[in-house]
């Protein structure tokens, strides 16, 4: 393209030259938007948003001494956008044996011309004019592809040819827009909707594969790049069959809303197959069997049925993006290639289905063998209840399995427009002011304001005096809980006092005070400690019934768990120590005695009887130094004299007093 969008002064004349001629070649073609004329024109699919043109055998050798001439068309007040997919023509001085020019018929800007050696500098080219004339000529020449041209409005920037690859990304989520045309172009397809497509796979012409977008529609396209799989299983999908690949490092997943497989309700048939086996055996091929999910046959009409049909039916109204279906799936080889779809809301009156053209009925490619499944987009979708399925050719025998692909319809109501009321006169005057300023979005009724009011306030109330109620409750039921609970901090089982407790013994249980000492009366002798144990710091309370801190271990069978003890670093400071209790010993009468003279003090030993007997105790005066107890002769014994006359082996005992 040469600087300010004009040719060089060599080629004008050229120009000039191949205009005139293509508009002498056709004339009356050129009057609508998007047409074409000439003997070397290609595939060519023209819409007034997006195309796609190509030359005579592309991509094989273009033929010598041909002319084609388009004229693309865009809607007021948009722009043109083309995008070079592929110029391939055989070089020449300012490309006079072939070459493609682009001119603005109205302003006279010209655009080229291009060929081998000149091809664009940019794959995107950005016109300012709604209206572009393309003009290709070929003379003889040896070698050569020929062209391939796509163009959208200016409304998508992100227009891509048709020829673009997955390869051509690195980003992971890519988002562009296809042109119409691309499903016969030449380029090859590995994967299905399910898998995933090969990241070779030409874009574009996956995308019609998916069922994003129609082939003379073009469209919007979004898709990821993830990580690649082993094999791409092929599969036959809106007239295009792809190809079985081998592993790749991406694979494109085409983001497809609205894909769910809808459940059908009933299943209705124009008729169905009463086959009888050559045993004998009966096999009804009924319309219930006419379920994709269904194993074994499926649904078929009576042999002489003429216009055979299916119908399924949805329960409600659903929004239907896509129809699949299969053959016979057995022993039998029986499967439609072509059908045509209508729909019908109510079960009574069909509209027949004519995809994006809307002038004629569309005929979808069916299958072509009884195992494998095809699928077939509705771009637009169908909003309906009900869809039949009419078969228009079959092999051997029309026989079907069908499944739809939706989802729910969303309901979206429109907003009501804001209509202010208008209040009504009042004879009777009023101090409130005559003129009331509406508040958008907001009508109000001036006479049923005040009541409404009301009543919110009343409801309010309510709420808020349970609320106060409810939270007065639970603070009495928590304060009773709490003076129920209260145990002084004695616990059953773990002897702990805190010293911030404090207590009395009111409020102890009778169990509690029944293993507390009282204080002892006068001459009762009972109640006399042992000299050998030291008072405790804590309340004496019974070993019996352990509910208080003691110095004995409480018994087991009270529910007392001895505390896990790992090594003697871990009790002090941690938990309680407690003496073992006395083995039980004989209990003798101890009645009053005379009080002793002075200067005698009772004494008390013990003399091991025999094996397996208790130490005999017993009660002595106090001996005078030198001498010996009773019945002890004085011998070589070991015994050893103590500072008060006794055996060192003597130990000491609890004291019992016993009559004189």
Same mark, same amino acid.
């Given at each position: 393209?040469?600087?300010?969008?004009?040719?060089?002064?060599?080629?004008?004349?050229?120009?000039?030259?191949?205009?005139?001629?293509?508009?002498?070649?056709?004339?009356?073609?050129?009057?609508?938007?998007?047409?074409?004329? %000439?003997? &070397?024109?290609?595939?060519?699919?023209? +819409?007034?948003?997006?195309?796609? /043109?190509? !030359?005579?055998?592309?991509? @094989? =050798?273009?033929?010598?001494?041909?002319?084609?001439?388009?004229?693309?068309?865009?809607?007021?007040?948009?722009?043109?956008?083309?995008?070079?997919?592929?110029?391939?023509?055989?070089?020449?001085?300012?490309?006079?044996?072939?070459?493609?020019?682009?001119?603005?018929?109205?302003?006279?800007?010209?655009?080229?011309?291009?060929?081998?050696?000149?091809?664009?500098?940019?794959?995107?080219?950005?016109?300012?004019?709604?209206?572009?004339?393309?003009?290709?000529?070929?003379?003889?020449?040896?070698? %050569?592809? &020929?062209?391939?041209?796509?163009?959208? +409005?200016?409304?998508?920037?992100? /227009?891509? !040819?048709?020829?673009?690859? @997955? =390869?051509?990304?690195?980003?992971?989520?890519?988002?562009?827009?296809?042109?119409?045309?691309?499903?016969?172009?030449?380029?090859?397809?590995?994967?299905?909707?399910?898998?995933?497509?090969?990241?070779?796979?030409?874009?574009?012409?996956?995308?019609?594969?998916?069922?994003?977008?129609?082939?003379?529609?073009?469209?919007?396209?979004?898709?990821?790049?993830?990580?690649?799989?082993?094999?791409?299983?092929?599969?036959?999908?809106?007239?295009?069959?792809?190809?079985?690949?081998?592993?790749?490092?991406?694979?494109?997943?085409?983001?497809?809303?609205?894909?769910?497989?809808?459940?059908?309700?009933?299943?209705?048939?124009?008729?169905?197959?009463?086959?009888?086996?050559?045993?004998?055996?009966?096999?009804?091929?009924?319309?219930?069997?006419?379920?994709?999910?269904?194993?074994?046959?499926?649904?078929?009409?009576?042999?002489?049925?003429?216009?055979?049909?299916?119908?399924?039916?949805?329960?409600?109204?659903?929004?239907?993006?896509?129809?699949?279906?299969?053959?016979?799936?057995?022993?039998?080889?029986?499967?439609?290639?072509?059908?045509?779809?209508?729909?019908?809301?109510?079960?009574?009156?069909?509209?027949?289905?004519?995809?994006?053209?809307?002038?004629?009925?569309?005929?979808?490619?069916?299958?072509?063998?009884?195992?494998?499944?095809?699928?077939?987009?509705?771009?637009?979708?169908?909003?309906?209840?009900?869809?039949?399925?009419?078969?228009?050719?079959?092999?051997?025998?029309?026989?079907?399995?069908?499944?739809?692909?939706?989802?729910?319809?969303?309901?979206?109501?429109?907003?009501?427009?804001?209509?202010?009321?208008?209040?009504?006169?009042?004879?009777?005057?009023?101090?409130?002011?005559?003129?009331?300023?509406?508040?958008?979005?907001?009508?109000?009724?001036?006479?049923?304001?005040?009541?409404?009011?009301?009543?919110?306030?009343?409801?309010?109330?309510?709420?808020?005096?349970?609320?106060?109620?409810?939270?007065?409750?639970?603070?009495?039921?928590?304060?009773?809980?709490?003076?129920?609970?209260?145990?002084?901090?004695?616990?059953?089982?773990?002897?702990?006092?805190?010293?911030?407790?404090?207590?009395?013994?009111?409020?102890?249980?009778?169990?509690?005070?029944?293993?507390?000492?009282?204080?002892?009366?006068?001459?009762?002798?009972?109640?006399?400690?042992?000299?050998?144990?030291?008072?405790?710091?804590?309340?004496?309370?019974?070993?019996?019934?352990?509910?208080?801190?003691?110095?004995?271990?409480?018994?087991?069978?009270?529910?007392?768990?001895?505390?896990?003890?790992?090594?003697?670093?871990?009790?002090?400071?941690?938990?309680?120590?407690?003496?073992?209790?006395?083995?039980?010993?004989?209990?003798?009468?101890?009645?009053?005695?005379?009080?002793?003279?002075?200067?005698?003090?009772?004494?008390?030993?013990?003399?091991?009887?025999?094996?397996?007997?208790?130490?005999?105790?017993?009660?002595?005066?106090?001996?005078?130094?030198?001498?010996?107890?009773?019945?002890?002769?004085?011998?070589?014994?070991?015994?050893?004299?103590?500072?008060?006359?006794?055996?060192?082996?003597?130990?000491?005992?609890?004291?019992?007093?016993?009559?004189?």
């Amino acid at each position: 393209m040469r600087a300010g969008g004009r040719t060089a002064p060599g080629a004008l004349v050229l120009a000039l030259a191949l205009l005139r001629r293509c508009l002498l070649l056709g004339p009356l073609g050129l009057r609508s938007a998007g047409a074409q004329d %000439g003997n &070397g024109c290609g595939h060519t699919l023209l +819409t007034p948003h997006s195309g796609t /043109l190509s !030359s005579k055998n592309y991509p @094989g =050798t273009y033929p010598n001494h041909t002319m084609c001439c388009w004229q693309l068309q865009a809607p007021p007040g948009t722009s043109l956008l083309l995008a070079f997919g592929d110029v391939d023509l055989e070089p020449s001085e300012h490309c006079a044996l072939s070459s493609l020019l682009l001119t603005d018929p109205q302003t006279g800007t010209a655009y080229g011309p291009y060929c081998r050696n000149t091809i664009p500098s940019a794959p995107l080219l950005v016109t300012n004019s709604s209206t572009v004339t393309v003009l290709f000529n070929s003379t003889s020449h040896r070698s %050569g592809r &020929g062209l391939l041209l796509s163009y959208a +409005t200016s409304q998508h920037p992100d /227009l891509v !040819s048709c020829l673009v690859r @997955g =390869t051509h990304y690195t980003r992971e989520y890519v988002s562009v827009y296809c042109p119409a045309g691309c499903k016969d172009i030449h380029g090859d397809i590995w994967g299905n909707p399910s898998q995933g497509y090969r990241d070779t796979s030409v874009l574009c012409k996956a995308a019609v594969h998916a069922g994003v977008i129609a082939d003379e529609l073009g469209g919007q396209v979004t898709l990821s790049r993830e990580k690649g799989i082993t094999l791409y299983e092929s599969a036959f999908a809106n007239g295009l069959r792809s190809k079985r690949g081998s592993l790749s490092e991406k694979r494109l997943m085409f983001h497809k809303a609205c894909d769910d497989v809808l459940e059908v309700v009933t299943f209705n048939a124009s008729s169905w197959w009463h086959e009888v086996g050559v045993l004998g055996q009966d096999r009804a091929w009924v319309a219930e069997r006419a379920a994709l999910s269904t194993t074994g046959h499926s649904w078929a009409a009576e042999p002489d049925a003429q216009a055979a049909w299916l119908e399924l039916d949805l329960g409600t109204r659903r929004n239907v993006t896509g129809i699949i279906t299969k053959g016979s799936s057995e022993q039998h080889d029986y499967y439609v290639t072509s059908y045509h779809v209508s729909s019908s809301r109510d079960g009574k009156n069909w509209r027949p289905y004519r995809g994006s053209s809307g002038q004629e009925e569309k005929v979808f490619e069916g299958n072509a063998d009884s195992q494998g499944e095809v699928s077939n987009a509705f771009i637009p979708p169908i909003i309906a209840r009900y869809i039949r399925v009419t078969p228009q050719s079959w092999h051997q025998r029309v026989a079907l399995k069908v499944a739809l692909v939706g989802c729910h319809v969303a309901r979206v109501r429109a907003p009501r427009p804001y209509v202010p009321s208008v209040p009504k006169e009042v004879l009777e005057p009023t101090s409130r002011p005559a003129s009331r300023t509406p508040i958008p979005g907001i009508a109000l009724d001036p006479e049923k304001a005040g009541s409404t009011l009301l009543v919110m306030l009343l409801i309010g109330g309510f709420v808020l005096f349970c609320s106060c109620l409810l939270l007065l409750a639970f603070l009495c039921h928590r304060k009773r809980k709490s003076a129920a609970e209260l145990n002084c901090g004695i616990t059953k089982g773990y002897p702990k006092l805190e010293s911030s407790q404090v207590c009395s013994l009111q409020s102890l249980p009778a169990s509690s005070l029944a293993s507390f000492p009282m204080a002892p009366m006068p001459g009762d002798l009972s109640r006399t400690h042992s000299p050998e144990y030291a008072e405790p710091d804590l309340v004496q309370v019974n070993p019996c019934s352990q509910t208080g801190s003691s110095t004995f271990k409480p018994l087991v069978e009270e529910g007392y768990t001895l505390p896990l003890v790992l090594s003697h670093y871990d009790v002090p400071g941690k938990h309680h120590e407690y003496a073992e209790p006395l083995p039980p010993e004989p209990e003798y009468a101890m009645p009053f005695s005379e009080p002793e003279p002075a200067g005698m003090c009772c004494s008390t030993c013990s003399i091991a009887g025999p094996a397996g007997c208790s130490p005999v105790q017993y009660q002595t005066p106090a001996l005078r130094a030198g001498e010996l107890p009773a019945g002890v002769e004085q011998t070589g014994s070991p015994y050893s004299e103590s500072s008060h006359g006794w055996p060192r082996h003597c130990p000491l005992a609890h004291v019992y007093h016993e009559a004189l």
